[in-house]
């Protein structure tokens, strides 16, 4: 069966505790046992959900907002953040004390030694404050950066960089990637690897950066828990993620049965 479903993680795969719903996981099962290929779209890095790709045997994946795309395994696009502009970034953000973290694909650093801002945000996921590493970005390629501060503080950050795409994750941070980057990008190179037509291409997703993603494919499915534009961005929209919204999306999408 030429099709392929992906699916965002924070709200859509995993609930507001960061469970994994029995429905969901087994709903994932059928559509791997029927043919239909199933990988991930995430914010997320690689090392923040590799646990959750095991328990779901899945081995393709869009991660950092579409900046590094794996299929089966393999590493097939890479997009790492100018240097250039990351040094201009850091220099404007501690004009501002507004704290960075650095992420690739194996690690994240932050250019503070603590900042009560990045512990919030990332117990929001269950992860720790990362260590401290100020000059991370200048020896690593980076293909995300989060950047911490409130809603009313990030306008003179997309005005001065352009060159950047700032999407809003949490109440205190701001994910950046390359200008042009999005989910939408990262599934358009793995469809090319598969040969697939993007009427067979699935998406579920939530938040604001799933829009791209969800007004891109031939049939983007939007969680009832999802935000509003997001849901505006959809084809279809589906129950929460707590009341079996996968498994409900998919049954509704003639993608499984039971």
């Known amino acids: 069966m030429d099709k392929i479903v992906f699916f965002d993680i924070d709200g859509t795969l995993l609930d507001h505790e960061k469970k994994l719903p029995a429905s969901t996981k087994r709903s994932i099962k059928i559509l791997q046992d029927n043919g239909v290929y199933v990988a991930i779209a995430t914010g997320r890095a690689p090392f923040m959900f590799e646990n959750l790709r095991k328990e779901l045997n899945i081995d393709s994946f869009i991660s950092f907002n579409g900046q590094y795309v794996v299929f089966e395994n393999e590493i097939i696009y890479k997009n790492p953040l100018s240097k250039q ?19 690739n694909d194996r690690l994240m650093k932050a250019n503070v030694g603590h900042d009560s801002a990045i512990e919030k945000s990332l117990k929001s996921l269950e992860f720790g404050h990362p260590e401290y590493d ?26 001065k960089y352009p060159h950047f ?10 994910d950046i990637i390359p200008n042009g980057g999005s989910k939408a990008e990262g599934i358009k190179k793995m469809i090319a690897r598969l040969g697939f037509e993007m009427e067979d291409v699935y998406a579920f997703g939530d938040g604001l950066n799933d829009i791209e993603m969800l007004e891109t494919v031939g049939n983007g499915v939007a969680m009832g828990n999802g935000h509003e534009l997001a849901k505006k961005a959809a084809t279809y929209e589906t129950s929460s993620v707590e009341e079996d919204g996968i498994f409900k999306g998919l049954k509704k999408l003639g993608l499984i049965s039971s």
């Open 165 to 174: 795409h700032f999407i809003r994750w949490h109440e205190f941070s701001l």
């Open 85 to 103: 502009y990351l040094r201009q970034l850091v220099d404007f953000s501690e004009q501002n004390n507004h704290s960075l973290v650095f992420m």
């Open 134 to 159: 100020e000059f991370f970005y200048e020896h690593k390629d980076i293909y995300q950066v989060l950047l911490f501060c409130e809603q009313n503080e990030e306008e003179i950050y997309k005005v």
